[in-house]
């Protein structure tokens, strides 16, 4: 039985870990901080938990975590990176799903999160945890960077064509759009019904946090220099993401080989699901689920590639993605825990 | 392992018994049938269900039925009744997630239904399927009718009050409210999204097909006449009942021990939890779970009894609660299937 | 021309002044006080005004105040108390679309509202602003206590059958539903998207604010005591009230003329419609419109009349009764600047 | 006084018609006809309109039609063209709101809507009724072809680059969006509440009908041949298009004076609004109004020029600009009855 701490518990993805955890077999939550809450039983905050766990929120104690086999931090960024040398020095696994630990260059860390970063020998040794790809470094990972939402759907859905060298790798765009959930649980105007509901829009469109994220995976997954757009935009709804990603064939002949390409890269993994050439995936098709489900598009003669990727932000995009590394880590059936169908409708 | 059939899987109350029985350790859905659909996978439907099911619909066929242990009738009224004899008969046990076998009063269910009844030897040997009121029953039927959606949640909240003989039940008053998904699965103009999607409305106001169901059960708990005024309403959204009762404390004394009767009363119940006086249930408390969450309220000096009451209608008011009989029926853990906390936010 | 100042624009209820007033032919916006938002253009802060105003939002100020025909307060309680004496004293009508003056009884203002009132004189000549009740002290008043949105909703539904004396006046029950912009446009955590969306809920069930307001404006219609429990709730939409009576019939012949009664009510007003019994009126019928929409029903030979009554909470539950209020003080036609119809879908 | 019929008003578009005409002070609806619908007085269908109209739907009569001096066609295709030849003949003017009449290669018409076109001829003559492109043609017009709802924001957003030149015209993307209505009020599985609440998804991403819409405008306005790809996709709410477009710039050095060359474009656009640069227009913004509202970004140092636009489909993707046309056609200032600020929230 691994022995879970979770920092910063009171956001979505914290609530979401303890929903997933509350039936996962070979883990327990055994501590969960939170300074502001602390007292306070998760229960209370979250009544969808109540009967299924007695613990409350308290204070943050690197102590109390470090006696725990796994640490998932789910803070505001600039949180884990404080703490991590002293957690790691006792010896204790982690996995971050903040923003602090993705980005090799720190110099551009620090200009898109407004802070120098305060752990640089642990963000070169953090692994960055999108198991597509690095899932022998996770397994003996100490440090896993749980990846941001948006870049776990456009790198999966880019990753295929980039790796098989088929697109022309400068003109990238990556049209995303994300459920409410993903700005996470504070009070903001900006995030109330009375003001997202009933209506869309677009928004970090002139740069987005998740944009030198999403550069850094294509660009290693791409022998040519890598060039992305990425534009976010807000759905007046709770969790999903989609994201419509564009690239330019560079042998137009190759589109009849694409599916297979696709298909070829995803068979063993059991969380990315390529659908039928031409199919529209929905985001309700994997709500609550761990799951990457994709399709590829072509409109009549042209060489655009078009690929449609849908994931849960707080699910493959966060929490789920964060108990699958914890799977890795700890040489656990990857899908442990993750395998309830997503809720539809 | 429970070899189940599934009559009628293409609506709502379908897709949701696949979701719940695809990680129910003890079943395994052998034979779905849909009329219409024969043939289509059910996972081409229903996409969630992708690498779940390799089931596709089959044509209904009595036979494939008898051979299971047992079949769950996912249809519209009227279906039920006419194959039940012949599935009686070869000694399968059923749950009807149908209001077929609901009502004792042939008569009532023929002014409400629009049809005579064509099984009443079964409608008279059906146990209706409310386990906090009908455990020991529905442990050793055949048959067994699954309450309706709204019914689940009115008395429930209504028992406590009834059997205690604590208000005058001719003065019951029961508004009730639905998300859309209760309407089913069928291309009516009045449930498009541009139809109810950012709206309100009462429907059903004169009168409704749960309401004779509802007074059957709620007269069944009191030993006075029960009179009660029930009126449904569409919330514009997919899942959730919530259902505020109404009753006038005979004696206003009682409303310092009402909260103690309702713990008493539902203290071993798995699947319902009673909040602390005065809170306020949210139906995403229970979206996706099988839980029916209470509170109880009362207004300065009022001896008017406020009871707010929760469920997922597609599952403790069908699905879920059709899988908690089997689970009686087969003498498993009653939770067996239904531990996952409900999906918040 | 109505030179009208607004104090407090930035919220809900100021958006919807300026949008209804851009297009009201005798009226213009002179000012609009936010001391947090002072110097911002109005049309920065609510988008849909660019084009419509040159306005921003300034600081507070009496003198400039003074210099209007008519002030709109659409600020938070305890505001407009404090600044009436002075406004009063400079001879300018208000129409206060806050709670400051809407109830008679200070001593149930101070409990309910947290304070003592501040402005006793004022809270007795104010004139309770419900056209279809008080037109003619509205035309008179220098100061009208615009109706809270819930209040407005109930009473007008309740108000024919307490007029006639038709019902158990003891026994009232109004089970009434707000979209979210009720609750204003503040960073909430408890109103983000997140939060409510999806999910419904009942809140202050053991006392709102709206009660005493709802019991003042019905005892004033009933010969007899009035005794009435009220339940809000909480819709995953933005705008729209949906209130659901319950009423005891004192004499269930009456029944057959009820129809009749409410159609005389409210035969010469402009802003209520009464629709054909059995219907159901939508929230989405008023979207955007000052009416009131209402329909009467009755379950089988049940003596609960049963009414429910629909208003878009923002418009003739806010700002645009205010217009009409305002229609009314300066003689002008009640339906000037309110004649569009609804939204919908 | 403009004579007004309405060919096939129980759609979105029809009700959206008579919303906006119930407040035009030059123009009356004399007739509506519905071969379905015949007799029902479209209050009763549309209760946002009670008090608004005494009209009810009749047989579509071309003698009744012929009386009018201009017929707006609210119907699917197929059905205008059909009419359109006798209509013409009797010189009646039309706004045909189908796509009939929209596209000049009938074989491209022929190949999208799956039928030989029938009136070649008006096909010819019609003018493509975009009033930021062709409003002198509009005004001598007797048959205007009402653009679609994806075309007008993708074509008023691309418009400037493309007239000035600015960039490469065989990379445009336009990944579009749209709220529920803009599919009509047919029962439609797909488009209950159940099936597109709370989800997000692509459709027609290998191909949809506007895309030749789209690419004729562009082409139109290229002096260089234009190659577009456009995904649409569905967004769970009622009303409202954004599209995000994507275009390279020829010289990255003009990125100085995009924000210039936007604006003087549209400068003298009663119905266009161009934010400041680094804006996010949101839907609701124009949500019941006329306006099309777009803002200009930049990523970094990157050469692609993002434009954000949005629209309410229903009014300046369709009934909006039908009515802004035939002001146009009749000589009205050209906002007569379209003056209102968006309904926000």
Request: aromatic fraction near 6%; proline fraction near 6%; include cysteine.
């Amino acid at each position: 039985m691994i022995k879970v701490g979770i920092v910063g518990g009171t956001g979505y993805t914290g609530v979401e870990l303890l929903r997933i955890l509350a039936v996962h077999p070979d883990a327990e939550v055994s501590c969960i901080t939170s300074r502001s809450e602390a007292g306070l039983a998760v229960a209370e905050m979250y009544p969808n938990l109540r009967g299924h766990y007695d613990l409350a929120f308290s204070e943050p104690d690197v102590a109390k975590l470090a006696a725990c086999d796994l640490v998932f931090f789910a803070t505001p960024h600039g949180v884990a990176m404080r703490m991590m040398p002293e957690l790691m020095a006792a010896g204790v696994r982690v996995v971050d799903l903040s923003a602090d630990f993705r980005l090799k260059d720190l110099d551009v860390w620090a200009q898109w999160y407004g802070m120098p970063h305060e752990s640089p020998e642990w963000a070169e040794k953090a692994v960055y945890g999108l198991p597509e790809v690095a899932r022998e470094a996770i397994r003996g990972a100490q440090l896993v960077a749980n990846p941001g939402c948006y870049p776990t759907a456009v790198q999966l859905g880019f990753l295929p064509l980039l790796e098989s060298d088929l697109v022309d790798s400068t003109r990238l765009i990556a049209d995303a759009k994300s459920g409410a959930s993903g700005a996470g649980r504070q009070g903001k105007i900006g995030m109330l019904h009375g003001e997202i509901g009933e209506s869309f829009k677009a928004y970090g469109a002139s740069g987005h946090r998740h944009l030198p994220e999403i550069r850094q995976g294509l660009q290693q997954a791409s022998k040519l220099p890598v060039g992305v757009t990425f534009v976010p935009h807000l759905i007046p709804m709770i969790r999903g993401i989609e994201a419509t990603l564009y690239a330019e064939l560079t042998n137009a002949g190759d589109f009849e080989r694409l599916q297979r390409v696709f298909e070829n890269r995803f068979r063993n993994e059991p969380f990315v699901d390529v659908m039928p050439f031409g199919s529209h995936p929905e985001t309700r098709s994997v709500r609550g689920a761990n799951t990457c489900r994709m399709a590829l598009h072509r409109q009549e003669n042209s060489n655009i590639v078009i690929v449609s990727s849908v994931i849960d932000n707080l699910v493959k995009g966060a929490a789920g993605q964060a108990v699958q590394n914890m799977n890795i880590m700890f040489d656990l059936p990857e899908t442990r825990g993750l395998e309830a169908p997503a809720l539809l409708p």
